[in-house]
């Protein structure tokens, strides 16, 4: 507990282009568009807006218990639209690009199945592979934009909700590729 409201520090990869119901890759996609291409001359304008206190809505995927039941259950039985998704206050104190990238199909693709092959129990993996073999077979694309960015932030912040919510505000779907943690109070990696 003491270590868990220190502020921490993330390295989140947002890929442009596609959205989930997770926020992340393990999740079913939701959106694409071809436009998540050439998003990085709009980014530093649009990061401006997650800094400071604001509120931020519980990913729909997250263990926050609304009416008894956490979340991730009202979305798996989809029931969402029958609640209020609350919101909390969080702090951000910087949000800076580190680094854009083009990743290929080809490598997306492999990073994909390597990430929800990686984790056990039953989580809808047959289901999301499924639908992003969908997506690719279907998707004219063979690279796709990814910002990294260093993110300061209080505890209680999600970070793929502000790959989420960066992507809704350049009318872009996106979603956190890869999230690492590496600061927590004055412990680093």
């Given amino acids: 507990d003491e270590y868990t409201m220190l502020p921490k520090e993330y390295e989140v990869k947002v890929l442009f282009g596609f959205a989930t119901d997770t926020y992340d890759v393990m999740g079913l996609v939701e959106n694409i568009s071809a436009d998540g291409s050439n998003v990085s001359s709009e980014i530093s304008t649009a990061l401006e ?13 997250s263990s926050r218990t609304v009416e008894g039941k956490p ?3 009202w979305a798996r039985e989809g029931r969402l639209g029958e609640i209020e998704i609350p919101k909390h206050k969080v702090h951000l104190e910087s949000i800076e690009i580190k680094k854009v990238e083009e990743i290929t199909k080809e490598k997306l693709h492999k990073y994909i199945n390597s990430a929800i092959g990686s984790v056990k129990g039953d989580f809808r993996q047959e289901e999301i592979l499924a639908k992003w073999e969908d997506v690719f077979s279907a ?3 063979s690279e796709y ?26 009318g872009v779907p996106a979603l956190a590729l890869h999230i690492k943690r590496t600061k927590i109070g004055d412990f680093k990696i």
Avoid: M
């Fill in 49 to 61: 807006k997650f800094t400071g206190d604001f509120e931020q809505a519980y990913p729909p995927y």
């Fill in 145 to 170: 934009q990814v910002v990294t960015l260093t993110i300061n932030c209080g505890s209680g912040t999600y970070v793929r909700s502000i790959a989420n919510d960066l992507g809704n505000l350049l």
């Fill in 71 to 73: 979340l991730f259950q």
């Fill in 139 to 141: 998707e004219s694309n």
